[in-house]
Structures are given as structure tokens and as C-alpha cells.
């Protein structure tokens, strides 16, 4: 049994970082699992099978919201703590969890641990990576605190004290870590999400505020803190804000014109309700799957827009999935660099490098072609689905945004097996990418240079 604990350690310490990462977080969904399998996790006493209990945990490690069963009404206490705190270990990703713990035990972090976080966060270069993950630490619990005390403000008069305090704490991380997972079953019926709380003003914007400062990232919040003034922030922050603010606009305009008198979604609405609903669904598509009206009701266009806004996601180093904002905006500017035939792409005085591009283009077709591959896959195995319904329950689970019109429980266990995997991919798809797009032997220069090839494109 010690050998091969020691073969383990060895392999683990000899591993890429990438491959530690994504071993990582399948063992947590795995533990995960196995926790939410207990009879003790659910309401009625009864295992709820392996199954479900993996995909509950893949769900909420990867921060997407997809279920099989309404939180709020199935899982027992117990079952919502393990699901709540995977949330958070999957938000803030295990490497800074357990550095945490490193730092609370007064533990050295070594290098093999620095390159670790490196990976998890995403960052250039090793320095200041303890000090980024002490700062990351004490964000997330200080707005998950304060946004928890804003939401008792609604929950404790409606629910009681405990009960109050509970729902508050839970979807205060749950809308932090863009996940969407909620309690609202017991009150509003199983499956309503947010609907009974349509036309409350500080539910919307306390839920919406947690959900854009969780997928901005972590290094965008650390330089708005640092500098405060936007033309101090750097070339990545003012891209991932402007982004997000140009997403979160378009989709508001655009629900709340062609939703305006659709008697299902917005047409029964007063003109707060209207306007509260429009700005929370365009939030909610950062990739946070929380919804205040039905969305199955929703027209076809307005369901196809929400799915390429949700394939773009939030933003690097977040709680959040997608594509990424500062990989849609790299392309957008390259295809300006392109028709203004400029030689190089720039943006805020800064020319943007070749490598970037060439990442974005990787992450933007590795992404499309991994949605096109689950939608065609995903409509063999459940043949009830419509293509559109496919289309979305894909796209959300790519991107970890939880909102579904297909019905997740409808799902056969097939399906269920794809939508996991591609829940997976969502979440740590990005590091296998990124070593896949950088490897060691790219960054070694070709003793030979070929003579250049004239293709003809357009």
C-alpha cells in the first residue's frame, strides 16, 4: 500500500500542471458524488443512484446549475452543504482552496505548488501568485459576506431567522461562483429559480451585482481596488469591462424589444418588471443560470441570441465559463485590423501580439467545434430534444451557465454522460487548451523555416 501511495506522489510531483488540475477537480467531483449518493442527502432518505449524484457534483464543482432534481425540494440539509461547498471549491478552483489551508497552517508553498496556481489562475508568470491568492481569498468571502446580508434583508421576514440566513448564505455563493444553483422549490414550486422574486428591486441587483464581479475575474477586481480611476487600469481590465458592459446592454435592449409583448415572458409585466427582467436575464447570461421569468416561453430568436451570448461567456480567471470576453473582443479587433488593413492590432494605444491571436483563435474554434460536436451527439442520444433545445442544453453546459428549456431531468443517461462531459470541459477544458496551444516544444524555434505557401481565402 506505501509503494504505491509513493508511485502516486511521484507521478502526481512528475505530472504537468494542467493534468494535476484537471485529476483535481475530477477527484473532487468524485468525492463529490459519492457524498451525494448517501441516503442522508436527500429529503426522503433514499439514495438518489450514482448517476445523478455524479452529475449533481459535476454541476456544481463546475459551477454550471444544471439538475436532474430541484435543489431546493430533494436534497436534505446535508445535501445542500456538500452542494454549496463544491460550488465554492469550484468557484474559487482547489488549488486555491488548498492554499488556503496552506496559509492558515503557516504551510510554505513550494514551487511545484506555485506553478499549480499559476495554472489555475491562469497568470503569465510566478511572481506574486501567494499574495494574488491571499487577495482572491479574502475578496470572494468579503462580497459573498456582503451580498448575503443584503439578500437576508428579504429572506429572513419571508423565511425566518435560520431558514433566512441559510437561503442568503447559499445564493450569495451560488450567484458569486456564476452557478445557479437555488433553494426557491419549498416556496415558489420545483424548478422556479428566481420568478417569485420578479419585480423585487434588490434581489435583481443584489443577484446581478454577485454575478458580474464573480466573471469579471479575479485580476480585473484586484486593479479596479488598486487604481480606482479607469484610465489607471490596465489594457486586460478595460477590455473585460467594456465587454461585459457591451454584452450586458445588447442583451437588455434585445430581450426587452422583442419580449415587450410576449404574454408568456414580459407582456403581463408592468414597465419595472419589464425593465428588472430584461437586465437580470441579459446578467444571468454571463454564464450564472438563474432566470426570474419562464424561459421556456421565451421566443426562438430571443432563445438563439441568449445562446451565442452564453457560448461567450464571462471572463478569464472568474468564477465564471464561455469562450471568454477578451477572446471575442481580441477577434472582433483583429477583424477590424483586417478591414481597416492595418498591420498590426491595437487597442488603447497597445499593440496586441501575435501569440494572443493565435490563442483566441484556437480557444474560439476548439470551442465552436466541441458546442457543433455535443449538439450533434446530444440529438442522437435524446431524440425527444428539438434541435434548438439541444442547441441551448449544450451551449449552457459548455459555457457552465445552468439555464436550460429542454428540461435537464428529461435527460437519458447517455445524455446525461455527454452534458457532464462537456460540463467538465467548460470548467478545465481551458487548461488542456492552453497546453495544448503552448507546449514546451512551441516555444522552441524550428532549425528550419519553410519558404512561405500562397493560399487563396475569401
Not at 481569498?137 to 421576514?157: K, N
Request: net charge positive; with cysteine; glycine share 10%.
Amino acid at each position: 500500500m506505501k509503494t504505491r501511495l509513493k508511485k502516486l506522489l511521484f507521478m502526481l510531483n512528475h505530472m504537468e500542471p494542467a493534468r494535476v488540475m484537471v485529476i483535481g477537480f475530477g477527484l473532487v467531483i468524485l468525492l463529490g458524488g459519492l457524498m451525494l449518493n448517501l441516503p442522508i442527502a436527500t429529503k426522503n432518505g433514499e439514495s438518489i443512484g450514482l448517476l445523478n449524484s455524479i452529475f449533481t457534483a459535476t454541476s456544481a464543482v463546475c459551477v454550471t446549475g444544471l439538475v436532474v432534481v430541484d435543489t431546493g425540494t430533494y436534497w436534505s440539509e446535508f445535501g445542500q452543504f456538500i452542494i454549496i461547498t463544491l460550488i465554492q471549491i469550484g468557484g474559487l478552483g482547489f488549488m486555491t482552496i488548498a492554499t488556503m489551508f496552506s496559509l492558515l497552517t503557516r504551510k510554505k508553498i513550494n514551487l511545484r505548488e506555485r506553478l499549480l496556481i499559476q495554472e489555475s489562475l491562469n497568470q503569465g508568470d510566478l511572481s506574486g501568485l501567494v499574495k494574488l491568492t491571499r487577495y482572491i481569498i479574502l475578496m470572494t468571502f468579503s462580497i459573498e459576506a456582503i451580498g448575503a446580508l443584503l439578500l437576508s434583508i428579504v429572506y429572513i421576514p419571508v423565511l425566518g431567522f435560520f431558514r433566512g440566513v441559510w437561503y442568503s448564505i447559499f445564493h450569495s455563493i451560488s450567484a458569486f461562483c456564476n452557478a445557479g444553483f437555488d433553494l426557491m422549490g419549498p416556496i415558489a414550486g420545483k424548478f422556479s429559480s428566481l420568478t417569485s422574486f420578479v419585480d423585487n428591486s434588490l434581489i435583481n441587483f443584489v443577484i446581478c451585482g454577485l454575478i458580474i464581479l464573480g466573471g469579471i475575474g479575479f485580476p480585473v477586481l484586484l486593479d479596479v481596488i488598486n487604481n480606482r480611476k479607469y484610465s489607471k487600469l490596465n489594457i486586460h481590465s478595460k477590455i473585460v469591462i467594456n465587454t461585459t458592459g457591451i454584452l450586458i446592454a445588447i442583451g437588455i435592449f434585445f430581450i426587452f424589444i422583442n419580449e415587450f409583448n410576449n404574454k408568456g415572458t414580459l407582456g403581463n409585466l408592468n414597465m419595472k418588471e419589464k425593465v428588472l427582467s430584461s437586465i437580470f436575464q441579459s446578467v444571468t447570461l454571463r454564464t450564472a443560470g438563474y432566470n426570474t421569468i419562464d424561459l421556456t416561453l421565451l421566443s426562438e430568436s430571443t432563445l438563439f441570441f441568449m445562446i451565442i451570448l452564453m457560448l461567450i461567456g464571462a471572463s478569464p480567471a472568474s468564477t465564471g465559463g464561455g469562450i471568454k470576453t477578451t477572446t471575442i473582443a481580441t477577434l472582433f479587433l483583429t477583424v477590424k485590423a483586417f478591414i481597416f488593413e492595418k498591420g498590426d492590432i491595437e487597442v488603447y494605444q497597445r499593440r496586441i501580439s501575435d501569440s494572443t491571436v493565435k490563442k483566441s483563435l484556437g480557444l474560439f474554434f476548439i470551442g465552436v467545434f466541441t458546442v457543433l460536436f455535443g449538439i450533434l451527439i446530444l440529438s442522437i442520444v435524446n431524440p425527444g430534444f428539438t434541435l434548438l433545445e439541444s442547441t441551448f442544453e449544450v451551449v449552457s453546459a459548455f459555457a457552465t451557465v445552468g439555464l436550460s428549456i429542454g428540461g435537464t431531468p428529461e435527460l437519458t443517461s447517455a445524455g446525461k454522460i455527454i452534458i457532464m462531459i462537456l460540463m467538465f470541459l467548460g470548467r478545465v477544458g481551458s487548461l488542456t487548451i492552453f497546453v495544448a496551444l503552448l507546449s514546451k516544444n512551441s516555444k522552441i524555434k524550428p532549425k528550419i523555416r519553410y519558404p512561405e505557401g500562397k493560399i487563396i481565402v475569401g
